[in-house]
């Protein structure tokens, strides 16, 4: 997907937006953060094979495959889902932003984009890991790293309400919870703009509010999402309000010199190692700096490469949504064959990344859009 600049849309609901003149590159860096982030993600979740059943018979990540080369993203890989949020308020603040403030997107609409975006894969996705489930706990006796596949949770997925409830726990296709978190900040985010909360400051207060929340323990999933989320919108604010003034280059170089200088600050004083509210207060303030710094950035490509990064950030959501269910199936095979899981062969992680992502392609292609056309064809006939 591409994203570029637009200028303000007149009232007139029928008249497409045109891409500005001055803003012409599509912002490929932001498709090289969504794949590093998405890669982040399936490496980490790379020890869910040290499972046999609920049990998770090594601990030690030492054992993980190629792990001298891979340890960052074996620890902190996780923190990718902060980086989709962040990307997620940044993209939203510049593609909704002037048409959900002047009443262009009515509520339904914007309902039925996200529905169509999300739901079709989602729903996929949680059919098959049922299935893959029922296959293996039908063999083991217990399912296959992570509980609770009941009825009750069934149906929060099918609402994609399986994690507004910290208390509620992981379930099915257990990565989906961040999705089902972020729902609820896209209806915040709406109902924002309608209410005419639309200033940098709004944000900003939002963010900081989140921070101190975690800052006293009180914290959880939601909470962590609006923080990053619209960290992302106010930094789309910000480099809109730059370019309006003539100050894009200037912010450039600002938020390069942070992207660079923040990380190396952060290790050198403050960095303890593990997770917690220091980790996340920085990726906080990080993560919009790079996002904006790689915005303004241009690449120089040829349309191959340009293609090929747009794919790379198109199959991000299927990646992250079938990584659970491949590896359930492979579980599953194992089991049939009566043999255990070989977590520890460099083989069995480069056949995972790699086959996941090649599998993204054509989900993409040849589901999720097709289902998306369908979708909106359908429920927004005028």
């Not at 296959?135 to 009825?151: I, R």
């Not at 089902?180 to 400051?201: D, H, K, N, P, T």
Request: contains cysteine; hydrophobic residues 50%.
């Amino acid at each position: 997907m591409r994203y570029s600049f637009v200028r303000p849309t007149l009232p007139d609901a029928q008249q497409p937006m045109r891409p500005n003149d001055q803003m012409h590159d599509k912002m490929l860096g932001l498709e090289v953060i969504r794949f590093f982030a998405a890669v982040s993600v399936l490496v980490f979740h790379y020890k869910n094979f040290t499972y046999e059943g609920l049990q998770q018979v090594e601990k030690n990540l030492g054992a993980l495959p190629l792990y001298d080369a891979l340890w960052f993203f074996y620890t902190y890989g996780d923190y990718g889902v902060q980086a989709f949020w962040t990307l997620s308020g940044f993209i939203f603040y510049f593609k909704y932003f002037d048409t959900v403030s002047r009443g262009l997107v009515s509520g339904w609409k914007f309902f039925v984009l996200r529905f169509s975006r999300l739901y079709p894969l989602h729903i996929l996705t949680l059919l098959a890991v049922a299935a893959f489930q029922f296959g293996y706990t039908s063999v083991n006796g217990s399912p296959f790293a992570c509980g609770g596949n009941d009825s009750f949770h069934f149906l929060l997925h099918l609402f994609m309400a399986s994690n507004w409830r910290g208390q509620w726990g992981l379930s099915f296709n257990a990565p989906v919870w961040s999705v089902s978190v972020e729902v609820l900040i896209y209806a915040l985010f709406f109902l924002m703009l309608r209410l005419g909360i639309r200033s940098i400051w709004s944000c900003a207060v939002l963010v900081a509010a989140c921070a101190a929340a975690r800052h006293f323990h009180i914290d959880n999933r939601v909470v962590m999402c609006i923080s990053f989320f619209f960290a992302g919108g106010m930094a789309a604010l910000l480099m809109q309000k730059a370019h309006a003034n003539g100050r894009s280059n200037a912010l450039r170089k600002l938020t390069g010199a942070l992207a660079v200088l923040l990380p190396l600050a952060y290790v050198s004083v403050f960095f303890q190692g593990g997770h917690g509210d220091q980790e996340l207060l920085f990726l906080n303030l990080w993560v919009p700096c790079l996002v904006i710094c790689l915005a303004q950035v241009h690449i120089p490509t040829t349309n191959r490469m340009a293609s090929g990064l747009e794919v790379a950030g198109n199959v991000t959501y299927a990646s992250y949504l079938i990584h659970f269910p491949i590896q359930v199936a492979v579980a599953l095979c194992f089991t049939w064959m009566g043999d255990s899981v070989p977590f520890g062969s460099p083989v069995l992680l480069t056949a995972y990344v790699l086959g996941t992502l090649a599998l993204s392609v054509p989900v993409y292609r040849l589901f999720e859009m097709p289902a998306q056309k369908h979708i909106r064809r359908l429920l927004l006939r005028q």
